[in-house]
């Protein structure tokens, strides 16, 4: 696709990666960036429900489902198949339109979209480089690590990782054991916050 951006994806559900994303949008349009953002799946709330990810990023949307389920499962309880053409085309649609596209997935990276299709495929057809939301606290070096050994089977790019959310005793070292691990650069941490909104300004420079 033409244009820049990123893949936002993640270790797991409910990691943070809308959190993450819309501190990554504002802190860029701060910057004067041009920034569209585009949320192709959602499961658990239809795309104009205000307390849904699309929703909340102001994002294009192109399938959402009602059922809180993986979303190759809350498509086939509504008899609808999830298919790559129409996200590939809006995501190239808005990369000629916008400066830059940042992208969100659903659930981590090997989620089931369709039959012999996940999260990691549709990465691939977009060609955007990956940031990978991770938890802060204990357990985030194994999934973060698997998350990006899968990435680099699929021939992804890795821009980085963002930790997100409570810490514990482990986060201190967290970002250098992944690392370590992986070669890929820790780019900042988001603590827990009770406004979403103020995750920009943990996340300004973090990207170009």
């Not at 959602?42 to 949307?61: H, I, R, T, V, Y």
């Not at 990276?109 to 204990?138: C, I």
């Not at 986060?171 to 250098?176: E, G, K």
């Amino acid at each position: 696709m033409s244009g820049r951006g990123y893949f936002v994806t993640a270790t797991d559900t409910a990691v943070g990666k809308t959190v993450v994303t819309a501190g990554l949008a504002t802190a860029l349009r701060a910057r004067g960036r041009d920034v569209a953002v585009f949320k192709p799946v959602q499961s658990g709330a239809l795309a104009d429900d205000p307390s849904g990810d699309a929703a909340l990023l102001s994002a294009d949307c192109i399938y959402a489902f009602s059922a809180p389920l993986a979303p190759l499962v809350a498509a086939r309880a509504e008899g609808r198949t999830i298919a790559l053409e129409p996200i590939v085309k809006r995501a190239e649609e808005l990369g000629r339109e916008h400066e830059l596209l940042l992208v969100e997935g659903a659930g981590g990276l090997l989620v089931p979209l369709a039959e012999d299709l996940d999260l990691a495929d549709l990465a691939v057809a977009l060609g955007l480089p990956l940031v990978v939301v991770a938890r802060a606290g204990l357990g985030t070096v194994n999934h973060t690590l698997l998350t990006i050994e899968a990435a680099r089977v699929r021939g992804l790019e890795l821009a980085g990782v963002i930790l997100n959310g409570k810490s514990d005793e482990s986060t201190a070292d967290n970002a250098a054991l992944i690392e370590a691990g992986s070669g890929v650069r820790v780019l900042a941490q988001v603590p827990l916050l009770a406004d979403p909104r103020d995750a920009a300004g943990y996340l300004d420079d973090v990207l170009g």
